[in-house]
Nanobody
Framework: QGELVESGGGLVQPGGSLRLSCAASRFTFSAYAMSWYRQAPGTERELVAL????????NYADSVKGRFTISRDNDRNTVYLQMSSLKPEDTAVYYCKAFRLTRTYWGQGTQVTVSS
């Protein structure tokens, strides 16, 4: 059973930046596409960004395009989400997900709060 552990969340002022990390173990990380989701209270979990297994293609939700960047390091078994120009509406629990064919792993999430 694969494991994903997110880190890097916290409290940041509007306009600030954070970098989230998601460390993977117990599965072949380089064979899996990776994504970041977020869920605010009372809302459904939504896709924020995804990256292919080789890291050669990415895709973003319209709400974060130009502000967030997803990347991965297959040698370190880690995926990152660099977030800048943060807004209060970015406040949510952020989750990473690994997926390949029918297999999916989720992390436990890390809280990001954007507030002055």
């Amino acid at each position: 059973q694969g494991e994903l552990v997110e880190s890097g969340g916290g409290l940041v002022q509007p306009g600030g930046s954070l970098r989230l990390s998601c460390a993977a173990s117990r599965f072949t990380f380089s064979a899996y596409a990776m994504s970041w989701y977020r869920q605010a209270p009372g809302t459904e979990r939504e896709l924020v960004a995804l990256i292919t297994s080789a890291g050669d293609r990415t895709n973003y939700a319209d709400s974060v395009k130009g502000r967030f960047t997803i990347s991965r390091d297959n040698d370190r078994n880690t995926v990152y989400l660099q977030m800048s120009s943060l807004k209060p509406e970015d406040t949510a629990v952020y989750y990473c997900k690994a997926f390949r064919l029918t297999r999916t792993y989720w992390g436990q999430g890390t809280q990001v709060t954007v507030s002055s």
